[in-house]
């Protein structure tokens, strides 16, 4: 990552999707020996969702599932399995069977985690079989408790220059982009914060709430009501501009942090194997939700767009977003072993 003029450089996630018909041929995962049976599903099936109840990935899994469910005849279970910035919930379905009954519903997680940390036990493209990009966000919001005494960027980092390693921020643990939005401002600015790594973005900001940690970048979801509230004070967003919601916060390049442009989106997999059919179908399951009014409302009202992108572009976009994160973490010098 290069720095001029004292800024971070940094593309971490493409800006523009590959436009209807323009798909390139997606590197797909093996077909399983047994087809889908017709009668599929037959039986409840399990969303896992790799982090703690109460965040961004929670509220669109319970969506989903509500709606897939009745579309189904079948009943989803949500499965929260937090840990290790969603590496423990992204094992488990890439050690499940391909069958249509275990499906992760991640964030960019999925391909960052394994890029940031190279203890994780899977393979972000080889070991899954992906179905779509169910939504993407307008970025991350840098909040922090009330009682740091800093009203914008530049303050912040000025109280982090004069108290070196002392301030704390949380994040969703090594590889989220709760954790890769706080590093890429440290690394920009040169200051020293501490990380406290939590399953999830749910018990971050609740700790950040009670005065345990002193600030965090927080998906939009989560934390739209806290900074209306004023429970806690919002600083900048990720993204390269403004939230139509938050218009009166800056983003982060306002902030004199040139290019810095960092977004988040959800996807929709399924273990390594699982047949063309399952796939199909699934995709379409999600198409007709994502195109549903109320869904469509229920995502705006929290700062979410509805993609539903298709398999093969999702695959391919998948496959890149997976490099670019190897790229960064190299560059900014975060990819380490634990």
Not at 66 to 76: D, H, L, N, R, T
């Amino acid at each position: 990552m290069e720095r001029q003029n004292g800024s971070l450089q940094v593309r971490c996630v493409a800006q523009a999707l590959m436009a209807c018909g323009v798909l390139m041929a997606a590197q797909v995962t093996p077909v399983a020996a047994q087809a889908l049976p017709k009668n599929y599903p037959v039986k409840s099936i399990r969303m896992v969702v790799p982090f703690a109840a109460g965040g961004p990935v929670d509220l669109v899994g319970r969506l989903l599932m509500q709606k897939m469910s009745v579309s189904m005849g079948q009943p989803i279970v949500l499965d929260n399995r937090g840990g290790g910035g969603a590496a423990l919930g992204a094992d488990l379905v890439a050690k499940s069977p391909p069958d249509g009954y275990t499906w992760l519903l991640n964030t960019g997680s999925q391909t960052s985690t394994p890029a940031f940390n190279e203890n994780v036990p899977f393979d972000a493209i080889r070991d899954f079989t992906p179905v779509t990009m169910v939504a993407r966000n307008f970025g991350q919001v840098l909040i922090i408790h009330p009682s740091i005494p800093a009203k914008n960027v530049k303050e912040l980092i000025t109280l982090a220059r004069a108290r070196p390693g002392k301030l704390n921020y949380a994040s969703a643990g090594i590889g989220n982009i709760t954790y890769i939005a706080a590093e890429m401002m440290k690394v920009a600015a040169g200051v020293q914060i501490l990380d406290i790594q939590y399953k999830g973005t749910g018990p971050a900001t609740s700790d950040l709430l009670g005065g345990h940690v002193d600030l965090c970048f927080a998906p939009t979801q989560t934390s739209l009501q806290l900074i209306q509230s004023g429970r806690v004070r919002a600083l900048a967003m990720t993204a390269a501009t403004r939230w139509k919601m938050l218009p009166e916060v800056p983003t982060m390049q306002e902030a004199g942090f040139k290019d810095y442009d960092l977004v988040g989106w959800f996807g929709l997999w399924l273990p390594a194997g699982a047949p063309p059919e399952l796939v199909a179908r699934l995709y379409s399951e999600s198409m007709r939700v994502l195109a549903d009014t109320e869904i469509k409302k229920r995502f705006d009202d929290v700062g979410l767009e509805a993609v539903g992108m298709p398999t093969e572009a999702f695959a391919r976009y998948a496959e890149k977003d997976a490099a670019e994160m190897r790229e960064l973490a190299r560059k900014i010098g975060l990819a380490r072993k634990n």
